[in-house]
């Protein structure tokens, strides 16, 4: 998994690079920009520090309160809202929220965004190999189910942000939340999940910024463009689809 982290982190460095190109005489553009980098990685060095002093001392503070506060008492409900702000990207559309792009773009934006949180959370999680708090296993670093839920939430700031500020808002405190509660539930420590939300964050910018790339992989290898959309009503659902050879 290291060679395959080590790759995603290479191609970061060569977007700017990649910004313009051609593919069967068709103008590429890359909507990278270097300083999106900041908060991410940002929030990736900020859940380093829990291996060294002071943060490490008092991460095993918190977890002593915490579990003295919270007794035997556990929630399941961060296993399921994880994948609530990825579902907010196809289905705020179905309420009338406009998105920056089509579903077909969307779901090449989350493939990729997918893909990239899968290498990079067990890339690190099975190079670094630190105990969970529970002592339960030696992945706890970063946290999964923190990096998918920011990626979620970072993707429909991408899509809807721009217009509805407050679905951005709405998906980043629920992504919050899950975090919280991976602490809450003795899983993560507190700086798992903030290096899980850089990823995440991170991830979900990984989709955009390839978008143009994967898209003309997709034309390259159907010779079609395909554009999807599914639609409501009292009468039921339905999905429509375009094909443009």
């Known amino acids: 998994?290291?060679?395959?982290?080590?790759?995603?982190?290479?191609?970061?460095?060569?977007?700017?690079?990649?910004?313009?190109?051609?593919?069967?005489?068709?103008?590429?553009?890359?909507?990278?920009?270097?300083?999106?980098?900041?908060m991410p990685l940002s929030l990736i060095g900020a859940g380093t520090l829990g291996f060294v002093e002071?943060?490490?001392?008092?991460?095993?503070?918190?977890?002593?309160?915490?579990?003295?506060?919270?007794?035997?008492?556990?929630?399941?409900?961060?296993?399921?809202?994880?994948?609530?702000?990825?579902?907010?990207?196809?289905?705020?559309?179905?309420?009338?929220?406009?998105?920056?792009?089509?579903?077909?773009?969307r779901t090449l934006e989350l493939a990729t965004a997918y893909v990239a949180v899968g290498v990079i959370v067990n890339g690190i999680k099975y190079t670094v190999r630190a105990p969970r708090p529970d002592g339960s296993a030696y992945n706890s670093f970063p946290s999964g189910h923190t990096a998918t839920t920011f990626m979620g939430a970072e993707l429909v700031r991408i899509e809807?942000?721009?217009?509805?500020?407050?679905?951005?808002?709405?998906?980043?405190?629920?992504?919050?939340?899950?975090?919280?509660?991976r602490v809450y539930n003795d899983r993560h420590w507190f700086t798992d999940v903030f290096a899980g939300a850089g990823v995440g964050i991170l991830s979900a910018r990984i989709g955009y910024w390839l978008l143009p790339y994967t898209r003309q992989v997709m034309h390259r290898l159907t010779g079609w463009d395909v554009f999807v959309a599914p639609a409501a009503s009292p009468e039921g659902a339905s999905l429509n689809a375009v094909i443009r050879f």
């Open 1 to 38: 998994m290291r060679k395959y982290f080590l790759a995603i982190l290479s191609l970061l460095l060569v977007l700017p690079n990649l910004a313009q190109t051609r593919t069967d005489s068709l103008a590429v553009e890359s909507p990278f920009k270097a300083g999106e980098l900041i």
């Open 54 to 105: 002071p943060l490490r001392s008092s991460r095993v503070e918190l977890r002593d309160f915490l579990n003295d506060w919270r007794g035997a008492h556990r929630t399941e409900v961060d296993d399921h809202l994880q994948y609530v702000p990825l579902g907010a990207v196809y289905g705020l559309s179905l309420l009338g929220a406009e998105a920056k792009h089509s579903y077909m773009d």
């Open 160 to 181: 809807y942000g721009d217009e509805h500020p407050w679905l951005a808002a709405g998906a980043y405190t629920l992504a919050t939340a899950v975090g919280v509660l």
